[in-house]
């Protein structure tokens, strides 16, 4: 009879316990479908919808405007305002331009600052317009006028140092008018050196570029051998200095190599927003 009774007693306690644990499991699955209506996991967007694509035509008018933009500011950053107000070999001549021209130097700073973010919106828009073609090395090539770009805005700070020395302030009153002369023109000739060096990244990007639109089949391969021979120019102009010092090169070349970017430009804003998506 106790065995009886305390196998009862063993099953109550038993069942008492499952009907506490079903409770809880209850209570466990109600919490937890509570947290996720409040907290989602994941965001309650429609993924349903494709992400909108850019075509190839909005990529080339995007990249054809921005290099268009750095076809105006760079020739007047270079000849309108460095080349006016530096004169090479003499520093209080320079320091007396630029002090006289403080807001057309600084016009100048922006023209060069305009040019690095159009290079970054130039390097986006062709990545998107040449991937048919090879979407790896396009994004390399992209990556590269990124780069390209990002040293540029660092050599710029050159200049940046150059007007704040310039600048009337506490500081330079006290500044030795000859240790004033090395600083700025220090930094101009740092500024000089570094944008002379990046066209080196630059003409390897438009060989880089060049074997791109000539290996598609939705570009004339002409611009392609063009964009190639633009690369080589700017590469044997820049690396001449460290290489071969006395050699001369003839001004005409820079000029032809300019000539045929902006033939790609005009055919970018001109055929390249009529264009189809390539199959």
Same mark, same amino acid.
Not at 127 to 139: G, R, V, W
Not at 256 to 268: D, H, N, P, Q, R
């Given at each position: !009879?106790?065995?009886?009774?305390? @196998?009862?007693?063993? =099953?109550?306690?038993?069942?008492?316990?499952?009907?506490?644990?079903?409770?809880?499991?209850?209570?466990? @699955? /109600?919490?937890?479908? =509570?947290?996720? /209506?409040?907290?989602?996991? @994941?965001? !309650?967007?429609? /993924?349903?919808?494709?992400?909108?694509?850019?075509?190839?035509?909005?990529?080339?008018?995007?990249?054809?405007? $921005?290099?268009?933009? !750095?076809?105006? $500011?760079?020739?007047?950053?270079?000849?309108?305002?460095? +080349?006016?107000?530096?004169?090479?070999?003499?520093?209080?001549?320079?320091? +007396?331009?630029?002090?006289?021209?403080?807001?057309?130097?600084?016009?100048?700073?922006?023209?060069?600052?305009? %040019?690095?973010?159009?290079?970054?919106?130039? *390097?986006?828009?062709?990545?998107?317009?040449?991937?048919? *073609?090879?979407?790896?090395?396009?994004?390399? %090539?992209?990556?590269?006028?990124?780069?390209?770009? *990002?040293? #540029?805005? %660092?050599?710029? =700070?050159?200049?940046?140092?150059?007007?704040?020395?310039?600048?009337?302030?506490?500081?330079?009153?006290?500044?030795?008018?000859?240790?004033?002369?090395?600083?700025? !023109?220090?930094?101009?000739?740092?500024?000089?050196?570094?944008?002379?060096?990046?066209? #080196?990244?630059?003409?390897?990007?438009?060989?880089?570029?060049?074997?791109?639109?000539?290996?598609?089949?939705?570009?004339?391969?002409?611009?392609?051998?063009?964009?190639?021979?633009?690369?080589?120019?700017?590469?044997?102009?820049?690396?001449?200095?460290?290489?071969?010092?006395?050699?001369?090169?003839?001004?005409?070349?820079?000029?032809?190599?300019?000539?045929?970017?902006?033939?790609?430009?005009?055919?970018?804003?001109?055929?390249?927003?009529?264009?189809?998506?390539?199959?």
């Amino acid at each position: !009879m106790l065995d009886r009774t305390r @196998k009862v007693f063993i =099953l109550v306690i038993q069942l008492g316990r499952g009907y506490s644990i079903g409770c809880h499991l209850v209570a466990l @699955k /109600t919490d937890k479908r =509570l947290l996720l /209506t409040l907290f989602p996991s @994941k965001p !309650m967007v429609d /993924t349903s919808k494709p992400a909108p694509q850019i075509s190839l035509q909005t990529a080339a008018l995007l990249a054809g405007s $921005a290099v268009l933009i !750095m076809v105006f $500011a760079i020739p007047f950053a270079e000849f309108a305002v460095y +080349q006016k107000l530096v004169v090479p070999q003499k520093p209080a001549e320079t320091i +007396q331009n630029i002090r006289a021209n403080l807001p057309l130097f600084r016009t100048g700073i922006l023209c060069y600052l305009i %040019t690095f973010f159009c290079d970054v919106l130039a *390097a986006w828009a062709l990545y998107l317009f040449l991937k048919p *073609a090879h979407e790896q090395l396009s994004l390399l %090539t992209a990556w590269l006028r990124v780069v390209y770009a *990002a040293v #540029n805005l %660092t050599v710029l =700070l050159n200049l940046v140092t150059v007007l704040r020395l310039l600048t009337p302030t506490d500081y330079v009153t006290v500044v030795d008018a000859e240790q004033l002369q090395t600083q700025v !023109m220090l930094s101009l000739r740092s500024f000089r050196s570094g944008w002379s060096f990046t066209f #080196n990244l630059f003409g390897i990007y438009l060989c880089l570029l060049g074997y791109l639109v000539f290996r598609s089949n939705y570009i004339p391969g002409l611009l392609g051998i063009l964009l190639a021979i633009a690369g080589l120019g700017y590469l044997i102009d820049n690396i001449r200095p460290f290489v071969v010092p006395d050699f001369v090169i003839n001004s005409t070349l820079i000029l032809i190599t300019g000539a045929f970017e902006v033939v790609f430009v005009g055919w970018l804003l001109i055929k390249g927003t009529r264009i189809e998506q390539p199959a």
